[in-house]
């Protein structure tokens, strides 16, 4: 079986080697303070999932330079290029001319090609989708919405802070202008089976495949691994035996499950996860990443 990898894209897109640089633009989330709650998603580091971000305390030329030094400046070798990722915290939570001022920093950046915004879908005023309609206008960007799943009860139960209706408003607003726009999907959250997990995709899926195609806008898709990380509510559910992680074989037949419900030419950002194995508690077999896309690898290629 074939997917569109993020790779693929890139290299049709660019036709040259784009690597990723993780910002912490210095923002936070409505899920830690105190808007919607202090605790932040169940799963989520204290980091706000921005764990390989660079340091918010540094401007975002800084923090790009650092990221280019850490992947051996690898474009100015072979005639790629960079995307900034706003990783860390929610990246358009923020006043309009904040966000303006942080993207059009990366933006202006001579080997940045493009940004990507890690967001939640209802941080998505009208105003932002202005803003971003503007920067699109200069260099692509890419907003990734972080859905985890379309399951009401275990989008509850990781405190999500949104219902399901909010993300599909984002996806319409953020679809007319254009944008690349990538849902986060978690797989083995607590509570749910094989087929919640691809209820979860298909509504993805399904979500994409209203839109017109001559809409420009480009559908994509991450499908992350649940991480258990030190010292999240979710480690104590999880030492208290209230769930089990996924083995690795279960995982492999759920993403390749997944990738059977996924339109040809949607991105496929991740099959798996990067999780710090400094704060990782579980799955451990997670942390042998190359033996995991090995694996991934043989069995997609066998459908
Ligand atoms: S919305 Fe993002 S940053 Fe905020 S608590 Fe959830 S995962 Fe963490």
Redo the contacts with the bound molecule.
Sequence with gaps: MKYYSLNDYLRDKYGKKIYKIAIDAGFT?P??DGTLGTG??I??SGA??GDFAGDRHESITEQIEKGKKRIGNKAGRENGGYIAYFQA??NTYAPVNVLEEKYMEAINHPEIVGIAIAT?PDCISDAVVELIERINKIKPVWVEL?LQTSCERTAIYIR??YELPVFANAVDKLATIGVHIVTHVILGLPGEDKEKMLNTVRYVADLAAKYDKSIPARFGIKLQLLHIIEGTDLAKDYYEGRFECLSMDEYIDIVTECLKLLPSDMVVHRLTGDGDKRTLIAPMWSTDKKRVLNELNRAIANV
Excluded: I
Aim: aromatic share 14%.
């Design positions: 989330c899920n830690r932040g998603c799963f989520c706000g999932s915290y929610t939640r972080g999500r802070g």
